[in-house]
């Protein structure tokens, strides 16, 4: 503490890093993550951020579920937060909300769920599309809770819904709401800017799932970009495996049909045949059957 009232962050963090306090078998466990999350602080405060992940494992996620954990359960998440904003891991950091907001203390409290639920719907349309953030997302929307927050009921919705975002449209409507969150400018004007691209990244599947074809001109209109920053976002998509695309920029055309291999068109269609077949013997079993009881039900009258 007087190393920390000096402004000596690192050394102070150096001389409670050397405290191997998880080995202490006479202090309490809340005494121990508590010591514990104290080192985390310290190593985010000086940027160790390879040493404030080593610390992190030490702490069971499991064991701070417990009731007599919830302040240090919130207080672990939130280093949790500085720790992932750092590579701006935006779908951990969504957990990390999540988990705060299932504590039964937030709970307890309204602005506190409010606060932790509206901050995992931010940062769940802030995480890049994969099938994990779909499946978050998605979960997220079916929460009963979120009836009391349509601001951020609408900012998923618009995410899940397969239409085109109009960015000053979009943000025009969450502008004043979002600011709340994003604390300050610096931080403000890179989470829009993670926004943004996200947005543009739902146009672009949208656009992929409804056109197998469409000229570069009309792509940049859609989605109020420069040919550069089209064949920027396009080519992110492909390489993350969101899309499949091709350009060809000397028509200026964008394809977004995939030509099937011979081989997979071969192997479908028997896969098809021997589906037609099965078909078939089933329908001629169930015929024969029915000519059976019908024939047993004539001799018997």
């Known amino acids: 503490m007087i190393l920390i009232a000096q402004?000596?962050?690192?050394?102070?963090?150096?001389?409670?890093?050397?405290?191997?306090?998880?080995t202490f078998g006479q202090m309490d466990k809340t005494e121990k993550t508590d010591f514990i999350l104290e080192q985390m602080r310290l190593c985010l405060d000086k940027k160790d951020y390879i040493k404030a992940q080593i610390l992190s494992k030490k702490i069971s996620r499991k064991a701070i579920q417990e009731a007599d954990f919830q302040d240090l359960k919130l207080r672990y998440y939130l280093l949790m937060v500085r720790f992932y904003s750092h590579d701006s891991k935006f779908l951990e950091i969504c957990k990390c909300y999540q988990s705060m907001y299932d504590t039964p203390k937030v709970q307890d409290t309204e602005a506190e769920w409010k606060k932790y639920l509206a901050l995992t719907c931010i940062f769940a349309c802030l995480a890049p599309f994969d099938n994990e953030q779909s499946d978050l997302i998605n979960r997220i929307y079916e929460d009963k809770k979120l009836q009391q927050l349509p601001v951020y009921k609408s900012l998923l919705k618009t995410f899940l819904t397969k239409e085109l975002i109009r960015w000053p449209k979009f943000q025009s409507?969450?502008?004043?709401?979002?600011?709340?969150?994003?604390?300050?400018?610096?931080?403000?004007?890179?989470?829009?800017?993670d926004l943004q691209k996200r947005v543009v990244e739902h146009?672009?599947?949208?656009?992929?799932?409804?056109?197998?074809?469409i000229t570069m001109k009309r792509l940049?209109?859609?989605?109020?970009?420069?040919?550069?920053?089209?064949?920027?976002f396009i080519?992110?998509?492909?390489?993350?495996?969101?899309?499949f695309?091709?350009?060809?920029?000397?028509?200026?055309?964008?394809?977004?049909?995939?030509?099937?291999?011979?081989?997979?068109?071969?192997?479908?269609w028997g896969?098809?045949?021997?589906?037609?077949l099965g078909l078939l013997e089933r329908t001629c079993h169930l015929i024969h059957r029915e000519s059976m009881v019908h024939k047993v039900d004539d001799q018997m009258s």
């Open 173 to 193: 409507m969450y502008t004043e709401d979002l600011n709340r969150y994003f604390v300050a400018k610096t931080s403000e004007q890179n989470l829009w800017g």
């Open 235 to 243: 080519s992110d998509l492909v390489i993350n495996k969101s899309i």
């Open 245 to 268: 695309a091709k350009i060809d920029r000397p028509k200026g055309i964008v394809s977004f049909k995939k030509i099937q291999d011979p081989n997979e068109a071969l192997n479908d």
């Open 271 to 276: 896969h098809n045949i021997n589906d037609l």
């Open 220 to 232: 940049t209109e859609l989605l109020d970009l420069d040919s550069a920053a089209v064949e920027t």
């Open 203 to 213: 146009n672009v599947r949208v656009i992929a799932a409804y056109y197998s074809k």
């Open 7 to 22: 402004g000596k962050i690192g050394e102070a963090a150096d001389i409670l890093q050397e405290i191997q306090v998880e």
